[in-house]
């Protein structure tokens, strides 16, 4: 069970757009529809933002999308604001009956 | 409002055990699966190990299988992790997650405020 593969951190302006990526394989990512995302500000517990590749709980804003492609998931974040700068997380379940996260990207607002 | 409330986390010495309880409130706690979650000091999110509605499967991450159990008592709104065998890299602040539905799906919709459990001598 290794990680699934995230970018360590992104940048972007305020009013700007950033897209997030999550790799994983056949088994895991490219597999199922079963990828999510989170947000993650220290010392707060995570947020659900995305699941099941491009679904939004209720009450998660808009700006935020989720897409998937072979083995590779994606997390866009529109129209950044200074409240976005925390960590993001994906996971995805695998053919173990098990849950991957993904290492984590930490997104600074610039 | 959900709420997920841990507890049973504190010091204890390589090799020993503890287990670690999560009382549920504010949903219906049989009709969803649960998990739980760890965070190490600095580092990232680990997924444990997670149970389905019904208890009828289970999963647990690969640095974890065979020493730890997880369990769940409806009728308590409770779920419960044992650990045993425990090691120094488990140290972690563990959470107490549940699903939006009742499969083992990894969809983390609500979060406890977590129970730090220390492995050392």
């Known amino acids: 069970q290794s990680a699934l593969t995230q970018p360590a951190s992104v940048s972007g302006s305020p009013g700007q757009s950033i897209t997030i990526s999550c790799t994983g394989t056949i088994t895991d990512v490219g597999g199922y529809i079963y990828v999510s995302w989170y947000q993650h500000h220290p010392g707060k517990a995570p947020k659900l933002i995305i699941y099941e590749v491009n679904n939004r709980p209720s009450g998660v804003s808009n700006r935020f999308s989720g897409s998937k492609s072979g083995n590779t998931a994606s997390l866009t974040i529109f129209g950044l604001q200074p409240e976005d700068e925390a960590e993001y997380y994906c996971?995805?379940?695998?053919?173990?009956?098990?849950?991957?996260f993904g290492g984590g990207t930490k997104l600074t607002v610039l | 409002e959900v709420q997920l409330v841990e507890s049973g986390g504190g010091l204890v010495q390589p090799g020993g055990s503890l287990t670690l309880s999560c009382t549920a409130s504010g949903f219906i706690f049989y009709d969803y699966a649960m998990y739980w979650v760890r965070e190490a000091p600095g580092k990232g999110l680990e997924w444990v190990s997670g149970?389905?509605?019904?208890?009828?499967?289970?999963g647990y991450a690969d640095s974890v299988k065979g020493r730890f159990t997880i369990s769940r008592d409806d009728a308590q709104k409770s779920l419960y992790l044992q650990m045993s065998s425990l090691r120094p890299e488990d140290t972690a602040l563990y959470y107490c997650?549940?699903?939006?539905?009742?499969?083992?799906?990894?969809?983390?919709?609500?979060w406890g405020q977590g129970t730090l459990v220390t492995v050392s001598s």
């Open positions: 997650v549940k699903d939006i539905s009742f499969d083992l799906g990894g969809r983390l919709d609500s």
């Open positions: 149970i389905t509605w019904d208890s009828g499967r289970t």
């Open positions: 996971t995805s379940y695998t053919s173990d009956s098990t849950v991957l």
